[in-house]
């Protein structure tokens, strides 16, 4: 089983991951979780923090001359933010600052201090904020190590911005570089990434914010991970809570997703063949390479929906906490769309969930003894 927690505020000295489950003797590049790292941090829309921050991870524990030793890894990046912050973030002494007390519709301001009882807004946003995602694509980046050692992949691109969307049914993700391809916003087509920039800018100029949709995809997956058996090991249960779990994502889809509302099931399903080398196939994946709860040897392939970044620099109504009048929401350094950055984060909750599915069905407390078992299991289904 691998689980994993995180810890840290957004303004503290450091986020922190503890993750466990992994096999031992698993090659780890840190070089290559630092990439992730960096990937998560570029876009176009994206605030002033990014410009402070260069995040890089620390191990401190679980790794040794490079490999994994199964014990529990813990991930650690510093925030370089802290430095300004050390004051109003301190750990003890007499509260610095002025609190933050006009909650922003669609953060976690308002309803976070009423649960925890507090008096200052900043003691809710500083967690709720998605600075929290640097610790899950470090997370994720030892998760897609693991799977890339398996032969998988993942990547993924932005399909919508503020309306601007990509209307393709064709894409082939064997060509989505599974790095940042240079282009600002991972959007395959360039003439809609420039509308989604122009839709950007406009929406800054507003003061607004806008969100999107991005797609992310599992390529080379054997059949079989997951199950009907049960609820809670469907693998589609599983990776639409993971990429729910993202800051601000609201809705997810499997395949066609919400278009086989409109498709008759003769059209809907994807139809069985098989070829002596290449084993059973689909000529269609509208299922996005997932049935019964089983990855299905296709493509893997899921979307999700970010709703528009909450901190508005034309704020939008609110109340404030202490005095309860009518004000204007608080207004902080913030992102105006941040699509881009969360397909990132979006791989990396994908990478853990088909991780965690793989070690649930070949076990093992080595990766030598998870090929083996991938191998013999490989060798069986093909016969
Ligand atoms: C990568 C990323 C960056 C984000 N940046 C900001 C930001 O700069 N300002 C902001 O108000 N919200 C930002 N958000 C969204 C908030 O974190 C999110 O809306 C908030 O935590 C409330 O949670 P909910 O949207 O899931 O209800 C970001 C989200 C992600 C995934
Ligand atoms: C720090 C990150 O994202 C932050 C997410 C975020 C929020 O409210 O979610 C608010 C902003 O933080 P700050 O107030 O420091 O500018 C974003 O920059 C990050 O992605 O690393």
């Known amino acids: 089983m691998i689980r994993f927690i995180t810890a840290g505020e957004s303004h503290g000295p450091c986020l922190t991951a503890i993750l466990e489950g992994f096999p031992a003797g698993l090659q780890l590049d840190i070089d290559a979780i630092n990439r992730e790292l960096a990937r998560r941090q570029q876009g176009y829309g994206r605030g002033g923090r990014m410009k402070i921050e260069q ?54 301001d308002l309803t976070g201090v009423q649960k925890y009882d507090r008096q200052d807004i900043r003691d809710i ?66 003439a809609v990434e420039e509308k989604m920039k122009r839709a950007i800018d406009a929406a ?22 997951g199950s009907h058996v049960q609820w809670d090991r469907r693998l589609d249960t599983r990776l639409a809570a993971a990429l729910m779990s993202i800051q601000a994502i609201k809705g997810i889809e499997i395949g ?11 059209q809907a399903h994807d139809e069985i063949f098989y070829d002596q080398s290449a084993g059973y196939y689909r000529k269609t994946n509208h299922a996005g390479g997932i049935e019964g709860g089983m990855s299905n040897g296709e ?32 207004t902080e350094r913030s992102d105006v769309c941040a699509v881009s950055a969360a397909a ?3 791989e990396a909750m994908t990478a853990i969930v088909v991780a965690e599915a793989v070690l649930e069905k070949f076990g093992g407390d080595s990766f030598g003894d998870v090929l083996a078992a991938i191998d013999h299991y490989r060798k069986r289904i093909s016969r």
């Open 125 to 190: 946003l500083e967690r709720a904020s998605a600075r929290e995602t640097a610790a899950r694509v470090a997370v994720g980046g030892v998760a897609k190590q693991f799977l890339h050692g398996l032969g998988m992949n993942i990547v993924s691109h932005v399909t919508n911005i503020g309306g601007a969307a990509v209307d393709r049914q064709d894409i082939d993700y064997r060509f989505i570089a599974n790095e940042w391809t240079g282009s600002d916003l991972n959007c395959v087509e360039p």
């Open 204 to 225: 800054k100029q507003r003061g607004d914010t806008l969100g999107g949709i991005f797609e992310v995809a599992v390529l080379n997956v054997m059949p079989g991970l």
């Open 256 to 266: 066609a997703g919400f278009t086989f509302a409109g498709l008759p099931g003769a």
């Open 344 to 346: 990132v984060v979006g």
């Open 55 to 108: 995040d890089k991870v620390e191990i401190t524990a679980g790794v040794r001359f490079g490999q994994t030793l199964g014990s529990p890894i813990t991930l650690t990046i510093h925030n370089k933010d802290w430095a300004n912050w050390q004051e109003r973030m301190a750990v003890s002494g007499q509260p610095q600052g002025s609190p933050v007390t006009a909650a922003r519709p669609g953060h976690a």
């Open 299 to 330: 493509t893997i392939v899921a979307r999700a929906v970010m709703k528009p970044i909450p901190t508005l620099m034309t704020p939008l109504a609110s109340v404030d906490i202490s005095s309860r009048e009518q004000v204007v929401a608080n």
